[in-house]
């Protein structure tokens, strides 16, 4: 479901000034099934298939879209993938329990598989990128924090306990977690190797992925919606409101 908040946004705005005048300008047929995600980069998307593996889909002409690359990843049942990012010429795919799949894209019609990041017992479900840093959901294992400084070779820096990470979102010295039923989570990163757990508030419901724009974040919780916190003061979060969007 990750993206689902963005694009909630995107059409909340866009009914702002269209009504309900939304229309599809182009589809395309995939090779893989029950999409999970939506990651853009460029003038990429990269989806990920619960059954098939990745799909890279060339957006450039949003009326013509393509798919110009896909990815199926060895080891995974299904080669399923819940979620990429991409820093660089590389992709990290996260499999849950069959750990990161790196990808190299230099080559975007032509991607391969260079390595598997991973540690035991844990669940990958969701990556986010600051600089030469990437940050993993593991839900109950929490969020670990990773050194991208050589991309193909991952090196753990630290690991932030957490009672159920869905996604995060990293800015400046701060990220951002979303807990399920812990809510929100504010860390301080400004040591990557020390993190510090200054903020804790809980959400409407169970919180599954965030967006942060300005001062203000934005937190898909679930069945009941999606909140919305004053983050202008990191230390101590405001709730402000929640939209219901009944599904």
């Not at 230099?106 to 986010?128: K, L, M, Q, T, W």
């Not at 996604?167 to 040591?191: H, K, M, Q, R």
């Not at 992925?209 to 202008?232: E, H, I, Q, R």
Request: hydrophobic share 40%.
């Amino acid at each position: 479901m990750k993206n689902i908040l963005r694009l909630f946004l995107i059409g909340f705005l866009f009914q702002l000034t269209h009504g309900k005048n939304l229309k599809i300008i182009s589809s395309n047929s995939l090779s893989n099934f029950e999409l999970l995600d939506v990651h853009i980069s460029g003038n990429h998307a990269f989806i990920p298939g619960g059954l098939g593996g990745l799909n890279i889909v060339d957006i450039s002409q949003p009326n013509t879209v393509s798919v110009v690359g896909e990815y199926f990843a060895s080891g995974c049942d299904y080669g399923r993938i819940y979620s990429w990012i991409t820093h660089g010429n590389y992709a990290y795919g996260n499999g849950r329990e069959c750990g990161v799949h790196i990808v190299d894209i230099s080559d975007i019609s032509n991607p391969s598989f260079v390595n598997i990041y991973g540690a035991e017992n844990r669940r990958y479900e969701h990556a986010s990128v600051l600089g030469n840093t990437l940050f993993f959901a593991t839900h109950q294992m929490g969020v670990e924090i990773v050194s991208a400084e050589n991309p193909s070779t991952l090196t753990n820096l630290a690991i932030i306990p957490t009672h159920n990470a869905w996604a995060t979102y990293p800015e400046n010295d701060f990220l951002y977690i979303a807990d399920g039923t812990s809510g929100l989570i504010v860390v301080d990163i400004s040591d990557l190797a020390n993190p510090t757990i200054i903020s804790e508030i809980p959400t409407s419901g169970s919180a599954k992925d965030l967006l942060k724009k300005g001062n203000f974040l934005f937190m898909a919780v679930g069945a009941d919606g999606v909140d919305m916190f004053d983050v202008s003061n990191p230390e101590s979060p405001q709730f402000i409101s929640n939209y219901n969007t009944s599904g």
